[in-house]
């Protein structure tokens, strides 16, 4: 079993150029056509992604409420601000406008938060900021032909299996404006009767912080993970 890859979002079309499923000159238009959408969704509206830890007790629904409620009190209308990945337990990623965001660190003790950063990124991606992206991608994947996957592999929006061609073009597209539910689909992906044995997982690239999450999630099934570091054997190689 692999886990994703850390440059493009567990369930983007670029993890399709990997698993087959779209032909490789067809999915890297897409993702051209997917990345400057949202680029352009992102340039129309100040707005961020910050990473929270919070403890048991923390609030994530109440906080983003009064979040929103803060923005309305500056003047802007339909303020955005809404859970936008899970990555484990107790952590998620919240995303909106960029008062809002601020707004949340400024009182993250009240909503039982214990660290947040600010991810450095360009917007608020998987919210509804995201919606001008929606029609350009949906239309240039109506032109590529997706296969069915050769291996199982589960989308992000519920994480779930994909079924069919049309199945991953509509969860594709949903998924620029939906959270990414990452801890959900880990516990889909190692679900198991009891007593069965988990399989080897192989995180292949630079760096272990897809490993690192699976241990938050599921620290049983991170037991027979490994870490394969493709620069390093490329060295290797070369000597």
Not at 145 to 173: A, F, R, T
Request: glycine share 6%; charged share 20%.
């Amino acid at each position: 079993m692999f886990l994703g890859c850390h440059h493009c979002p567990r369930g983007s079309p670029g993890v399709y150029i990997y698993r087959a499923s779209l032909f490789s000159s067809a999915a890297l238009y897409a993702v051209k056509v997917r990345a400057e959408a949202m680029q352009q969704a992102s340039d129309a509206v100040p707005s961020a992604m910050l990473s929270v830890i919070g403890r048991r007790e923390a609030n994530y629904k109440l906080a983003c409420l009064e979040a929103r409620k803060h923005c309305e009190s500056l003047g802007i209308e339909n303020p955005v601000c809404e859970i936008s990945n899970y990555l484990f337990p107790d952590s998620r990623v919240i995303a909106g406008h960029l008062q809002a965001l601020e707004f949340l660190q400024e009182n993250a003790r009240k909503y039982y938060f214990t660290r947040t950063s600010m991810l450095p990124v360009s917007g608020a991606f998987h919210t509804r900021l995201m919606e001008p992206a929606v029609e350009p991608l949906a239309e240039v994947l109506k032109s590529i032909e997706i296969q069915k996957p050769l291996v199982c592999v589960y989308s992000n929006v519920d994480g779930k299996k994909y079924m069919h061609s049309k199945h991953i073009q509509k969860l594709l597209v949903k998924q620029v404006v939906s959270p990414v539910l990452w801890e959900q689909t880990m516990h889909s992906v190692y679900e198991r009767k009891q007593g069965t044995e988990f399989p080897y997982t192989y995180e292949v690239g630079p760096g272990k912080q897809l490993g690192a999450l699976l241990k938050k999630c599921n620290l049983k099934a991170w037991k027979q993970y490994n870490h394969v570091d493709a620069l390093e054997d490329e060295e290797a190689v070369g000597t």
